[in-house]
């Protein structure tokens, strides 16, 4: 991955043993994989079998998208990939803060739930620095929970395969990393061995699904029914078992029960072993707890940067966080999972400040402060709070400790 992932009617056919629509009757299925993912193995495997089980001829392939992006997958490349090329993408990562719902693609249940763990390196005769220095994968769900560690040092990486090796090669105590890559790394390097525990985040877990595009009902019921079908008699537990999340990555570490884009950021050293360390790229955002007791509507913003806000957004954050803020291959910037009712896991100055510093993915901060901050005004309206006659600045947005509950539209 680097997890940078993300791809992406005939309602009255949805029934059992319903029959292939034309375009699929005459020749194989094209399935394709996500290119580098660490799970392509598996997912080639599973998508052999399920589309066996539904008797359906199929060809899988990695080569479906171009790759040549460092932030993510958009809705149109998805859409390119399954037109022209692949009529599925197997592999597809969803979870509660990412699901790509506002990307018009279609979905099977997932046939794996994994997520990002934390691992140390057990044997060996690395030496393990004095420091907490935590590996893990630049801009993707890895580096969201990483960062907000505390009293940490990071040492941010390319891939999850780099990721993995400097934790082996003793540059940090622990990396963050997305199950999967554990697996394809330890196949890849059998004497190397590591203890997983879990880790506390909204964007940790993540499922492993099939994903179709919307005229394709009539294909996804009758995958829908393979993986049931493979799930009941033991054939899809038989495939998935050495890439299920072991009993100790349901268990969080002791130190990261709390969670969330607190009242930072507070800026923390940056160690990296890669190109990164001269880019400019750091380990931006430790966050304090969130004060719960704070209250209020949140700084005030105008109508006029929310619309610019919207434009900017479009162009700089769409791509990966999705153009109705649902998520894509980044986690969605609306709803409960970003901005619930109550109890509100993050405030609105954690939320500005790590923006600020570490988006767009492809390029940190490229944007002006008050740019960011007609994106926020955007943000919070979206999330149900009101525009106002006062501009929102950078200033007031990163300094404001306010939960960011969601508020209900009127």
């Given at each position: ?294 209250g209020g509507d949140g700084p005030s913003f105008d109508s006029a940067q929310v619309k610019h806000g919207k434009s900017l957004y479009s162009s700089a954050c769409a791509k990966c966080h999705g153009a109705d803020l649902k998520g894509l291959n980044a986690p969605a ?5 970003f901005a619930p009712a109550a109890h509100a896991h993050l405030t609105i100055g954690g939320v500005f400040g790590y923006m600020s510093t570490n988006m767009p993915a492809d390029r940190p901060g490229k944007l002006k402060d008050q740019d960011y901050a007609d994106i ?35």
């Amino acid at each position: 991955m680097k997890p940078r992932l993300n791809s992406f009617a005939v309602a009255s056919m949805l029934m059992a043993g319903a029959a292939l629509s034309p375009s699929f009757a005459s020749a194989d299925v094209r399935v394709c994989t996500f290119p580098g993912s660490p799970s392509a193995t598996l997912d080639r495997a599973v998508a052999q079998e399920a589309f066996r089980t539904a008797g359906i001829a199929v060809t899988v392939t990695s080569g479906a998208f171009d790759g040549s992006d460092d932030d993510g997958v958009s809705v149109k490349e998805l859409h390119r990939a399954l037109g022209k090329r692949c009529d599925v993408i197997a592999g597809f990562p969803r979870s509660s803060v990412a699901d790509a719902s506002g990307s018009k693609l279609r979905f099977s249940p997932g046939y794996l739930r994994s997520g990002y763990v934390s691992i140390t390196a057990s044997g060996g005769s690395a030496l393990r620095p004095a420091e907490d220095i935590v590996a893990a994968t630049y801009a993707t769900p890895a580096h969201l929970i990483a960062v907000q560690e505390h009293n940490v040092k990071l040492d941010l990486e390319s891939t999850p395969e780099q990721t993995i090796a400097a934790l082996a090669a003793g540059h940090a105590r622990r990396a963050i990393v997305w199950y999967p890559a554990v697996v394809a790394y330890t196949l890849a390097h059998p004497q190397e061995r590591f203890a997983i525990s879990g880790t506390t985040s909204p964007y940790a877990d993540w499922h492993l699904v099939f994903a179709f595009e919307q005229k394709d009902a009539v294909l996804q019921q009758r995958i829908d029914s393979a993986l049931a079908r493979m799930k009941a008699d033991g054939r899809l537990a038989a495939l998935t078992q050495h890439w299920t999340l072991p009993a100790t990555a349901l268990a969080a570490r002791p130190d990261t029960a709390e969670f969330g884009y607190r009242d930072g950021p507070v800026r923390l050293a940056a160690v990296s072993t890669n190109e990164l360390a001269g880019s400019g790229v750091a380990a931006r955002g430790a966050f304090v707890k969130v004060d719960a007791s704070v209250g209020g509507d949140g700084p005030s913003f105008d109508s006029a940067q929310v619309k610019h806000g919207k434009s900017l957004y479009s162009s700089a954050c769409a791509k990966c966080h999705g153009a109705d803020l649902k998520g894509l291959n980044a986690p969605a910037l609306s709803g409960p999972a970003f901005a619930p009712a109550a109890h509100a896991h993050l405030t609105i100055g954690g939320v500005f400040g790590y923006m600020s510093t570490n988006m767009p993915a492809d390029r940190p901060g490229k944007l002006k402060d008050q740019d960011y901050a007609d994106i926020m005004a955007f943000l919070l309206y979206s999330n149900g709070y009101t525009a106002g006659t006062t501009k929102l600045t950078a200033d007031s947005a990163k300094s404001s400790t306010t939960p960011l509950n969601g508020k209900a539209q009127q």
